[in-house]
């Protein structure tokens, strides 16, 4: 099975820095895109930024300018460094790893993979 484990959420004031990482662990072949969602209370879960296997990224609008994402492929693990941070950025962050090659050589199986969730808390 594989599992990805988030950590570096935390509170801080609006203006400041926060930076997340994900690391997926199991017998892992292959991931293709990996991705951070988030999803503040009473909302939908929405899209924060994506990034390839070969790096090439995408960002929602609203963080644009402001979040990075980046990965290891040696380690399976993605980061979102977080900059000019605003109490609209305020939700649950979650790591999404999709269409992970996964398993053994003679049984591999192709699945979609959440973390567990970051809070990260924004003041004014």
């Known amino acids: 099975q594989v599992q990805l484990v988030e950590s570096g959420g935390g509170s801080v004031q609006a203006g400041g820095s926060l930076r997340l990482s994900c690391a997926a662990s199991?017998?892992?072949?292959?991931?293709?895109?990996m991705g951070w969602y988030r999803q503040a209370p009473g909302k939908q879960r929405e899209l924060v930024a994506v990034?390839?296997?070969?790096?090439?990224?995408n960002y929602a609008d609203s963080v644009k300018g402001r979040f990075t994402i980046s990965r290891d492929n040696a380690k399976n693990t993605v980061y979102l460094q977080m900059n000019i941070l605003k109490p609209e950025d305020t939700a649950v962050y979650y790591c999404?790893?999709?269409?992970?090659?996964?398993?053994?050589?003679?049984?591999?199986?192709?699945?979609?993979?959440w973390g567990q969730g970051a809070q990260v808390t924004v003041s004014s």
């Open positions: 199991g017998r892992i072949f292959s991931i293709n895109n």
């Open positions: 990034i390839t296997a070969g790096g090439s990224t």
């Open positions: 999404n790893a999709d269409r992970v090659r996964y398993g053994s050589i003679f049984d591999s199986r192709v699945n979609d993979f």
